[in-house]
């Protein structure tokens, strides 16, 4: 089965091709069937934006579309960045500069109690709508460590690992995170549609 996803971020896809690929699933980009689709990310849950853009991508490409919506919620920010994780502080900003504005707006502030979150949406061209939540429960480190990951890997402290994402392998990090945990779902929710 092949599953177009629904975003150009390579690293992300990476992610997905590596716990979906083990199900059997092949997963490709947009761009790889033709499809340039730059979704509005307008809804104000990441069950509303993962639904715009695997609904608008299946559209376009008529074939089973697959999308993540996911970001970082901070219990001292009333959970931001949440559905801005990947806007905070404007355009100008790369991942770097966002998570360096994230340690600097929770200076002071307390408890660093944080979790990341993602929503996976799989929208068929008949109309069905699979959805998957994962979430995984961190803190925000007080300095970037580790050099692996994205985002805001290198704040995102595990205190039971005492590593932050960004120093753990791919496997690892997979096994226990959000989008690790929303793919599991995904994976068992699929099995069952597919019978
Ligand atoms: P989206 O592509 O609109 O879902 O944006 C998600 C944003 O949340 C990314 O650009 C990252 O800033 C952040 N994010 C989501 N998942 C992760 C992760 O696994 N590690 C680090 N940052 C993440």
Redesign the pocket.
């Given at each position: 089965m092949k599953l177009v996803l629904a975003?150009k971020?390579q690293k992300?896809l990476k992610e997905m091709q590596e716990i979906l690929n083990q199900l059997g699933i092949e997963v490709c980009l947009q761009s790889e069937v033709g499809v340039d689709v730059d979704v509005e990310?307008t809804g104000a849950t990441f069950e509303e934006?993962s639904l715009l853009k695997a609904s608008a991508v299946m559209k376009a490409s008529g074939l089973p579309a697959i999308a993540?919506?996911?970001?970082?919620c901070v219990d001292a920010l009333n959970g931001a960045p949440g559905v801005y994780?990947?806007r905070y502080g404007g355009e100008g900003l790369d991942?770097t500069g966002?998570y360096r504005l994230l340690l600097e707006n929770m200076r002071g502030l307390g408890p660093r109690t944080a979790k990341?979150v993602?929503v996976i949406t799989c929208c068929f061209p008949n109309g069905d709508v699979l959805t998957a939540r994962g979430e995984c429960p961190g803190t925000i480190a007080f300095a970037p460590q580790g050099e692996g990951?994205?985002?805001?890997?290198p704040v995102?402290w595990l205190p039971e690992r005492k590593k932050t994402?960004a120093q753990l392998s791919a496997e690892e990090k997979n096994a226990i995170?959000?989008?690790g945990k929303a793919l599991e779902i995904f994976r068992e929710k699929l099995t069952q549609y597919l019978k």
């Open positions: 975003s971020n992300k990310e934006n993540d919506d996911s970001g970082l994780s990947a991942d966002r990341f993602s990951g994205f985002g805001y890997d995102f994402f995170s959000h989008r």
